[in-house]
């Protein structure tokens, strides 16, 4: 892709941490805003959501826009062409996180619960949630994506293929993000090949078998909801354009950072459910009756229920396919026996809460790296409030920008 990054700026003031991040501690934006002062800042080019229904939210397309503008035309950034840049990120608790930023193409993408093109949400999409993600887009001069998409790579032949560069950028990131470096990859056509080769027939069948569906090539880690505003946006711009201009124009592309899901500093953390003021009694009954007849070697989900638990494993679903039935059954038990589900990180902090009374709820299993692309080729998208990837401090910071138009 054509990259831009800033030249001659405070890149820690410069680069800030996705916007969905900390929606319930607007204290953490206001140090933000603190560090970034009068700086160039990507905090100018976008909304924290834990702005959303307040005063800043007001004006705040225009104010985004005018600021992408003003960057551009006041010769803030430099634009490395046709360029791939191969990120290492120290993450909060000293790991290296490696990451390769590069377009996809959104012809190729389909964020759809049937989808079968290569590049796969992970997780549904809310439809609901992008009408204002596409306000922004759709009149912005600039992309500058906290999208992170994961491949399967066990060689870990991409990244090792785009090291050796010299150097674009390389700071610490602010409030606790940890440090990050990016380096442009020496060889763009040994880069093309690696990634090509993921999917690559033979490849695909040592690493899932012989299966019956299009396997994902790329699967959505973080962003789903920036990349389907990518995609929305490309399909309403599409109508305009002529065959030519559709086969060039910049929006059909966006800019991702992709990262090797076998990468050590990639775990995946259960959000578990926990249902509030229901009448828990039969919680753990109910739920056996509902899994009747699943029961056997597999998953192990632990029903909690006033100070009460059980453990159940099951058998025949995959990871996403049992994650939608917790739901399913949480969902009927609430219609009969009133509550409210809330979505909970932690194991502990799941347990407490689910054996107090008038609570219950279940315990969901880690999922192995292993599972995520089968999962998602077999079964689709997984269901909202599947997985957490790593803590708010170490998601993708916004950094390099892309020009739409």
């Not at 490849?203 to 396997?215: C, F, L, N, Q, T």
């Not at 039969?282 to 192990?300: L, N, R, V």
Request: with cysteine; hydrophobic share 35%.
């Amino acid at each position: 892709a054509d990259i831009l990054i800033p030249d001659g700026t405070d890149m820690t003031a410069w680069s800030v941490v996705a916007c969905d991040q900390f929606t319930s501690e607007p204290e953490y934006w206001e140090k933000a805003e603190k560090i970034a002062g009068c700086r160039p800042s990507t905090l100018r080019m976008m909304l924290p959501e834990a702005y959303l229904g307040g005063p800043k939210e007001q004006g705040s397309t225009e104010r985004i826009n005018a600021a992408m503008s003003s960057y551009l035309e006041g010769g803030l950034f430099r634009e490395y062409k046709n360029s791939y840049i191969y990120v290492e990120r120290t993450i909060s608790d000293g790991r290296l996180r490696r990451g390769l930023m590069g377009a996809l193409d959104l012809e190729e993408y389909d964020y759809s619960k049937t989808s079968a093109s290569p590049i796969r949400a992970t997780e549904g999409t809310v439809e609901e949630r992008l009408p204002p993600r596409v306000k922004v887009r759709m009149s912005a001069p600039l992309e500058m994506p906290h999208i992170m998409v994961f491949i399967d790579d066990p060689d870990n032949a991409v990244m090792d293929a785009a090291m050796g560069g010299r150097t674009a950028y390389d700071f610490d990131l602010m409030l606790g993000g940890g440090h990050i470096r990016g380096s442009l990859a020496p060889d763009n056509a040994k880069v093309d090949a690696a990634v090509d080769a993921l999917s690559d027939p033979e490849a695909i069948r040592e690493k899932y078998g012989d299966i019956d569906k299009a396997p994902v090539i790329f699967a959505m880690g973080d962003g789903n909801h920036s990349l389907a505003t990518a995609k929305k946006c490309w399909e309403m711009l599409k109508p305009e354009l002529s065959a030519e201009e559709r086969e060039t124009h910049p929006a059909r592309w966006a800019l991702v950072e992709l990262v090797n899901i076998h990468d050590p500093a990639i775990s995946f953390e259960p959000i578990h459910k926990v249902i509030f003021d229901t009448d828990e009694r039969d919680f753990i009954a109910a739920a056996k009756m509902y899994f009747h007849g699943a029961e056997g070697p597999g998953h192990t989900i632990k029903l909690l229920s006033g100070g009460r638990e059980e453990a159940l494993s099951l058998t025949g679903f995959t990871i996403g396919e049992l994650i939608d039935e917790c739901e399913k059954f949480c969902k009927r038990y609430m219609r009969i026996n009133g509550g409210r589900i809330d979505y909970i990180h932690g194991d502990g902090e799941a347990a407490s809460l689910a054996s107090a009374p008038g609570c219950a709820g279940i315990l969901l299993p880690r999922m192995e790296k292993s599972e995520l692309f089968p999962s998602v080729t077999q079964s689709g998208p997984f269901p909202k409030k599947s997985f957490s990837i790593g803590l708010g401090p170490d998601k993708r910071y916004y950094l390099e920008c892309r020009k739409i138009k």
